[in-house]
């Protein structure tokens, strides 16, 4: 049986990168870090 990932770090197949921007401020938020969207952006 062969088994295959695919890993799709630059949103060619799925543009994720909204939901992984989220999941930054929901975890800074968590440990008391304030940061918005636009801050995660303004540092990718």
């Known amino acids: ?3 295959l990932i695919i890993w799709d770090f630059d949103g060619v ?3 994720t990168e909204h939901l992984a921007t989220d999941k930054h401020v929901e975890l800074a938020k968590k440990h008391g870090i304030s940061l918005t969207r636009n801050d995660v952006i303004n540092i990718l």
Do not use: E, V
């Open 13 to 15: 197949i799925a543009d």
């Open 1 to 3: 049986m062969k088994k």
